[in-house]
Structure formats: structure tokens, C-alpha cells
């Protein structure tokens, strides 16, 4: 009951009082969440007086590339160059807040990588190539405090 585990935008809140507790004191820390990480998916268990939080990873998902795409007003958006290469040739993967462009063709492969900022929904971004400029999109959000409920056992 005196164990707080929240997640506010990228960080996770740890705080814990000591009410009535001559060997222990009040405790506030905040830990940076990994780009690749699952704020949603973190669990927390109080057990013998030790806290394990555990922060999984989030699996990437594949970004479809459309032809062209009109960006729309309030939304995050960055333009990367690839001249030359057609759209089926351009792998986009999307683990959270990190983006991983793949090129490959019978004469370069490379890759690029690259971060959205905390307030995009990025469940809702889209991707178009066109005149050989690939332009990433996605509306901007609040951020929301998640409150993480600590079991014990």
C-alpha cells in the first residue's frame, strides 16, 4: 500500500512512504522508459519488502508506404531523401517511438534510424513517398500519467 508506480510520458515514477516506520524513510525516484519499451505493458510486484518493476520490449511493426501524403496541420512530420528508390524497395519498422528505414537494391543497402517526439500518437502514423521523399506523419497527443497497480504477494 505504499509502493506508487506511475509512468508520466517516458518516465517512470517510483515513490514510497514510510508512514509510522522507524527503519525505513520516504523514497522518490524516476527512471528514463527505453524508446523500444511498452509503457502500457509495465508490471510492478512488492514482494518481501523488494520492488521488481519489469518494463517489456515492443515488437516492430511494419509501416506501409503510400504513394504521396498530404500532411496535416498539428501533426509531427520529418522528410527523408531517397532518390532513385521506388517505395517497394524501402522497409519502414516502427518499435514505439523509433523508426528504422531499410534500403535495399542491387546496388546499396543501408539503414536509418531515427525518434518521433513523446507527444505523437504513433499508432496512427503514415508514411508516403513521393519525388523521391519519403515524409513520415503522425498527430500529436497529450501526454497521459498511467498509473501501474503493485501487487503483493
Known amino acids: 500500500d505504499n509502493v506508487a508506480v506511475t509512468v508520466q510520458g517516458n518516465t517512470l515514477l517510483i515513490k514510497v512512504t514510510a508512514e509510522n516506520n522507524q527503519y525505513f524513510r520516504n523514497f522518490s ?10 509503457p502500457e505493458d509495465i508490471t510492478a510486484i512488492c514482494r518481501n ?11 516492430p511493426t511494419s509501416v506501409a508506404i503510400e504513394e504521396s501524403l498530404e500532411e496535416q496541420e498539428g501533426s509531427f512530420s520529418t522528410s527523408i531523401r531517397v532518390p532513385g528508390i521506388p517505395k517497394e524497395k524501402i522497409i519502414l519498422n516502427r518499435v514505439n517511438h ?14 536509418y534510424m531515427f525518434y518521433t517526439p513523446e507527444q505523437v500518437d504513433v499508432e496512427k502514423v503514415r508514411a508516403g513517398l513521393k519525388n523521391g521523399i519519403l515524409t513520415i506523419s503522425a498527430p500529436r497527443v497529450a501526454e497521459v500519467e498511467h498509473v501501474i497497480p503493485v501487487e503483493s504477494t
Open 29 to 38: 525516484d524516476d527512471y528514463r522508459i527505453p524508446k523500444d519499451a511498452s
Open 49 to 59: 519488502g523488494v520492488l521488481t518493476v519489469s518494463v517489456p520490449k515492443i515488437s
Open 98 to 111: 523509433a523508426f528504422k528505414m531499410i534500403v535495399e537494391d542491387s546496388q546499396r543497402q543501408y539503414e
